[in-house]
């Protein structure tokens, strides 16, 4: 089993940046890929961004790509989303998630709000 605690959501104006951090515990963080997804009010959750466990390679949406910022510390069992150039439309709770398997993603957080004015 693995717990995932996220934490970094905000309030913030449009344009301005946010870093969500999401703690793991319970197993070994560096031998799995890691996830952000998002689900706005109203939507289905997307997949936002993702990691591999050594960190060397990443993946983003398309509508975040050169915005989002993916990385992880397995020393600390903890990987990041810094996220610049915030958009209202950015605006939902974003969740992590472990790549249990080919884009499979399960063990899922708590999520943190990230709400995004204009």
């Known amino acids: 089993q693995v717990q995932l605690v996220e934490s970094g959501g905000g309030l913030v104006q449009a344009g301005g940046s946010l870093r969500l951090s999401c703690a793991a515990s319970g197993r070994t963080f560096s031998s799995y890929g890691m996830g952000w997804f998002r689900q706005a009010p109203g939507k289905e959750r997307e997949f936002v961004t993702g990691i591999s466990r050594g960190g060397s390679n990443t993946y983003y949406a398309d509508s975040v790509k050169g915005r989002f910022t993916i990385s992880r510390d397995n020393a600390k069992n903890t990987v990041f989303l810094q996220m610049n150039s915030l958009k209202p439309e950015d605006t939902a709770v974003y969740y992590c998630?472990?790549?249990?398997?080919?884009?499979?993603?399960?063990?899922w957080g708590q999520g943190t709000q990230v709400t995004v004015s204009s």
């Open positions: 998630a472990v790549e249990v398997s080919a884009a499979r993603y399960d063990y």
